[in-house]
């Protein structure tokens, strides 16, 4: 049996249940080394060399995170009612929970953002620029004592 080389692993097997939560989550290769307390490195060695911890973190589709995100996203953009509950303190010495709907109002940054990406042309800030000179006319271009006739505009503006 040959001896290993160099340090023992931080690995356990109990650390492919909890990738798999944490990417459930959303986490990313750097949260999990971060909550792992290791390099980004490490994380990938763990990949590379343990099966179970590879297999658990490619089970959550990276879609998973990033459509929690734009469904919130766009929740955010048109606004939103959830139901809440109020805690007041009685007058007899208690407490007294009060349900209520709260709703949350548009926002436009979350709208702009929104258009901006899923509506380029219509919503960007900066226009293209617009080239007008797109006929035929031709001039003249004196060089020096040279002349140069009949010169297209199309040709001059693409050099």
């Known amino acids: 049996m040959a001896n290993a080389v160099g340090r023992p692993t931080k690995y356990k ?7 798999l ?5 959303g986490a990313t290769d750097a949260d999990l080394a971060d909550f792992f307390e290791v390099s980004i490195v490490t994380i990938w060695r763990w ?15 990276k879609d998973f995170a990033d459509n929690r995100v734009k469904r919130s996203l ?5 606004g939103y009612s959830y139901d809440a509950v109020k ?14 709907r709260e709703h949350i109002p ?9 258009l901006k990406n899923r509506r380029k042309e219509e919503w960007r800030d900066n226009s293209p620029p617009v080239n ?8 003249t271009i004196t060089i020096g004592n040279a002349e140069i006739m009949g010169v297209d505009a199309k040709l001059i503006e693409h050099e």
């Open 13 to 19: 097997p109990e650390y492919a249940k909890q990738a």
């Open 21 to 25: 939560k944490l990417c459930y989550m």
């Open 47 to 61: 990949k590379a060399s343990e099966q179970e911890f590879c297999n658990s973190i490619n089970k959550v589709e």
């Open 74 to 78: 766009y929740q955010r953009a048109c």
């Open 87 to 100: 805690i007041f303190n009685s007058d007899k010495g208690g407490t007294v929970e009060v349900p209520y």
């Open 106 to 114: 548009p926002d436009p940054t979350s709208c702009i953002f929104w």
């Open 132 to 139: 007008n000179i797109l006929d035929n006319r031709t001039f």
